[in-house]
Each structure stands twice: as structure tokens, then as C-alpha cells.
């Protein structure tokens, strides 16, 4: 009898230190690798621009959140470089369209309509290139939600 319930509890130790192990090993990092993203998220979030810059355009001094770069997907382009130019729609709402479109998603920062936008695009032989883009709520054939392109003239 007395062997019995040494044995009874050595296997409850066992189950103990078992169970106490799983926690250490597999629900602690989990629960530490979800608050890692979850702060990630927090500091990273698109809403917040990466730094506000100021954008002279003719005599004109406009305040720019800089949301970083993103690829948009064309070959001869290594990154696009983006910022939204604060209060600047009227200014612009009556420049001449070139026809480009760019849809809502391909920009790293939420879109609403009566924002302006200046995009840098390195190419890949080094030269940059600066678009202007303003939301009007127009939809490009496709069907998405876009910006369009305008010129400064």
C-alpha cells in the first residue's frame, strides 16, 4: 500500500511538472509573440504618417505626411516614395487630368476623397519622377476607386 501511494504521488508530480512545462514552453511565447505584433501594429499603423515634411509648390509652402514606399507593381519602377499634402485640395481641384489612374489600394495609407497626393518614383536607372494625384471619388474602369493624375500647368 505504502508503494501505492508513493507511486500516486510520483505520477501527480509528473502530471504537474508536465502541465507546468506545456505552459512555459508553448502558451507563455504565444502569448509574448502576440503582444509583439500587436505592438508592431500599433507603431506601425498606416493611419499615422512616418514624418510630416513640408512640400514647396510654386509659391505655395503645403504641410506633407510621409507614409513611406511601396512598390506598385511596374517594372521599370524600383519604389514609389508617398506623401498627402494637408489642406491642398482647392488649390488643385482645377488642374488639368493626364489620364493616369491609381487605385485607393495601391497607396500604403487610407484614401478619401479631396486629398492630394505626391508620389516620387525611383525608377531603375536612378532618375525620380513626381506624380501628383488628387482623390476625387471617381471610379476607374476596372471598377475600383482611384486617384487620377493631374499636371501642375
Not at 500500500?1 to 507511486?7: F, G
Not at 502576440?34 to 505655395?60: C, H, K, M, W, Y
Not at 471598377?143 to 501642375?152: A, K, M, Q, V
Request: charged fraction near 25%; glycine fraction near 4%.
Amino acid at each position: 500500500m505504502r508503494t501505492y501511494k508513493l507511486a500516486m504521488k510520483y505520477n501527480s508530480f509528473k502530471y504537474r511538472f508536465k502541465r507546468t512545462h506545456l505552459a512555459l514552453c508553448i502558451i507563455i511565447p504565444v502569448v509574448l509573440v502576440a503582444v509583439l505584433v500587436f505592438t508592431i501594429l500599433l507603431f506601425t499603423s498606416p493611419n499615422r504618417p512616418q514624418r510630416i515634411d513640408e512640400i514647396v509648390i510654386g509659391e505655395v509652402s503645403y504641410k506633407a505626411s510621409y507614409y513611406g514606399t511601396k512598390y506598385i507593381g511596374r517594372n521599370d519602377i524600383v519604389y514609389t516614395e508617398f506623401w498627402r499634402l494637408e489642406k491642398a485640395y482647392e488649390d488643385f481641384m482645377d488642374k488639368p487630368k493626364t489620364g493616369n489612374w491609381l487605385p485607393y489600394d495601391n497607396y500604403p495609407m487610407p484614401v478619401k476623397d479631396g486629398q492630394v497626393f505626391v508620389i516620387d518614383a525611383i525608377m531603375k536607372d536612378s532618375t525620380v519622377e513626381r506624380w501628383y494625384y488628387r482623390s476625387d471619388g471617381n471610379y476607374y474602369t476596372d471598377g475600383r476607386i482611384s486617384t487620377e493624375e493631374f499636371t501642375l500647368n
